[in-house]
């Protein structure tokens, strides 16, 4: 077993495990109230990210630092290669009017450009404003008029056409390029008169203190409001994130570490895992969409060693191999796999932490024949060569976590938001806890406040919100920045969230509960698709699910049912709503009897970014899913 392995051998590196070690201090009960990891990485006093294109063509112009696909063919991009491509486009936007502290706006689905388009923006002076490509008329006007955005370049006709209509009112309406129009190869083209000193100045010009993007929050209670991020902030995270994770993954794999980038580059994660496999030169390549049927193939072909992902992507492939199986009769064993692998990996990771023994001979056998059938496949599914993976977002199933363990691929929890330039926190990588998101990102602090609040300190936390200073004032106090997540540290100081604090619910008997751990692990299971726990001022706790369409089209098909049996006859069907309970029980197994679901009914369609009930980070909109869905809410509380 790889993974088991190069736990043994890591285990041996003690300089390594030293580099993860944390300071606790403990309130006047022993309690760990706050947890403080030393950087790893120093402050840098000059310079911006917008210099790493340009380091890497200059110290090692030969080195792959990107793959881009063409023709079904991933071609190397070497570092001398992007510098140039990055000068080309700056110079473009230079000559469209792009003005030192100006701003750009990126409406698209990741791709090679996107990663391009950030670093010529930077190297011409400018900031980012990502926009998801999904987003709304209604969200890119509020965004395009709150950053004064002069000028966007979208991925396609459609995303065009939303920019054009949405800022048709404004005084000075955007410039606007289109990526399937060949957008880089134009501002290439605009830009050939401009000289190649007017870039070097610019970007000589940025500072670690210069504002490098403005990112808007995914707005689930509201507006969005802009982070406001320095090229410093983005440094401290991507320079920490590489020395405390990949000194470990190269020195213990021996592999050359390369990964696939599906998260949105909108997305905050996604922008700064470019920048750290920039940093570190590590062969980064991009894929569109984290939709499976889209995803799965690109994983097989390009063959990552690590992934950074959310849960969606780990439940899904998990639910792929349960479902494949069902289809051959192979149903039952799959289940006993999932059992094994579960028990296999809580022993291990036992003996691994030195708090217990690991797996008996018998233990070892089962899974030695399930690596055979199950295991190995849900390692080819993840393209054959990936060892580890980080997971955020959301809280991933520790079951999954250990399943995955056993199945070869080591998941790293890590927790963090817009506002502290992705994670502020991660599992360490030798020392592995699942069920929480690990220990505070090095040169980062974590603290819990009297009311269960995590607040967070360091250079990773954005300094204001756009336009927004008493919003800012509400979040910042002397440095620590109220996440509005509640949560918990452990005698290690690992910390663990239990939801968020703008959603806890008190029922009508008073008591507290938190959605979050219900939902997450609701959606862990199928046939769940989203979920919507509710109970505020109810007598007890209930929720609204949804189907999700892959699990019904295979629980129709291993039924022999029709595949266009109604969603309507499918959401009444006593055994789907058997089915259902089992994840509802699973649910129930991590709270109270009080806090448990009593009740649950299963709506027909989804809760989508298109209906307005989901951001584009998979986060559900509560406000707008309690009133969408007003009336089956009332009936679970008249029966």
């Known amino acids: 077993m790889g993974v088991r392995r190069d736990l043994k051998r890591a285990r041996r590196r003690a300089d390594l495990v030293a580099r993860t070690e944390a300071e606790l201090v403990r309130d006047g009960t022993g309690r760990v109230r706050e947890v403080r990891s030393a950087a790893l990485a120093p402050r840098t006093a000059t310079g911006s990210t917008a210099d790493l294109p340009f380091t890497n063509a200059a110290e090692e112009p030969d080195a792959v630092v990107l793959r881009r696909r063409a023709g079904g063919v991933w071609h190397p991009v070497t570092a001398a290669a992007f510098a140039a491509e990055v000068t080309g486009v700056a110079k473009g936007l230079i000559a469209a009017g792009l003005e030192p502290g100006g701003r750009v706006a990126v409406m698209s689905r990741t791709r090679y450009e996107w990663t391009v388009l950030d670093f010529a923006i930077w190297a011409a002076g400018g900031q980012t404003v990502p926009v998801y490509a999904t987003s709304s008329a209604e969200q890119v006007e509020w965004i395009v008029r709150d950053s004064g955005t002069r000028l966007v370049v979208t991925e396609t006709a459609e995303n065009a ?13 955007p410039r606007v390029w289109r990526l399937d129009a060949d957008a880089t190869a134009e501002l290439t083209a605009l830009g050939r008169e401009v ?20 990112c808007y929050t995914s707005g689930t209670t509201g507006r969005p409001k802009g982070c406001v991020l320095t090229h410093g902030n983005l440094h401290a995270e991507a320079a920490n ?28 994660l996604g922008r700064t895992l470019q920048i750290a496999c920039l940093l570190a030169r590590i062969e980064l390549a991009h894929c569109p969409s984290i939709a499976p049927d889209e995803l799965r193939p690109m994983l097989k072909e390009f063959r990552p060693t690590f992934l950074v992902g959310v849960p969606y992507l780990f439940e899904k492939i998990h639910d792929t191999g349960r479902a494949t199986a069902e289809r051959i009769g192979r149903g039952a ?40 059938l199950v295991y190995r496949r849900v390692r080819k599914e993840l393209g054959g060569r990936t060892r580890y993976a980080i997971s955020g977002g959301s809280p991933l199933d520790r079951d999954l976590s250990l399943f995955f363990l056993a199945a070869g691929i080591v998941v790293y929890e890590g927790y963090g938001l817009t506002e502290t330039t992705a994670a502020a926190t991660i599992v360490p990588p030798l020392r592995p806890r699942p069920g929480t998101v690990g220990l505070p990102v090095p040169g980062t602090a974590v603290r819990i406040a009297d009311d269960g609040e995590v607040l967070v300190k360091g250079p990773v936390v954005f300094g204001a919100y756009l336009n927004n200073p008493a919003a800012t004032d ?24 239990t939801g968020r604090k703008k959603d806890l619910l008190v029922t009508s008997g008073g008591k507290n509960v938190s959605p979050a751990v219900l939902e997450d692990r609701l959606r862990s299971r199928p046939p769940v698709g989203q979920c919507l726990v509710v109970g505020d001022n109810r007598p007890f706790v209930a929720a609204l699910i949804t189907l999700d369409p ?48 009593r009740a649950f009914t299963l709506v027909e369609g989804e809760f989508s970014e298109e209906n307005g009930l989901l951001t584009p980070s998979l ?20 029966r």
């Open 241 to 268: 994130t590489v020395e405390l994770l990949h000194p470990i993954f190269k020195e213990v794999t021996g592999q050359v570490a390369s990964t696939l980038l599906f998260l949105p580059l909108a997305h905050i």
């Open 161 to 173: 056409d939303t920019v054009i209509r949405a800022t048709a009112g404004h005084t000075e309406p």
């Open 333 to 372: 064993s799959f289940e006993r796999a999932h059992r094994v692998g579960v028990r296999f990996g809580e022993a291990y990771l036992r003996k691994f932490l030195g708090t217990g023994k690991g797996p008996g001979p018998g233990l070892y056998a089962a899974w030695a024949l399930y690596d055979l």
């Open 550 to 597: 892959e699990s019904v089209a295979h629980w129709l098909s291993v039924r022999g049912l029709p595949a266009d049996t109604p969603m309507s006859e499918v959401v009444r069907d006593p055994r789907m709503r058997a089915d259902v309970q089992k994840a509802v029980d699973h649910a129930n197994r991590a709270v109270s009897r009080a806090e448990s679901i």
């Open 195 to 214: 000289p190649d000193e007017e870039v070097t100045g610019r970007r000589a010009a940025l500072t670690p203190g210069s504002v490098a993007t403005i």
């Open 474 to 497: 509400a979040v910042l106090d002397d440095g620590w920045f109220a996440t509005g997540d509640l949560g918990s540290l452990d005698d290690e100081g690992y910390l663990a969230i």
């Open 619 to 638: 986060k559900v909109k509560r406000h707008a899913a309690v009133t969408a869905y007003a009336a089956q809410i009332d009936a679970l509380y008249a």
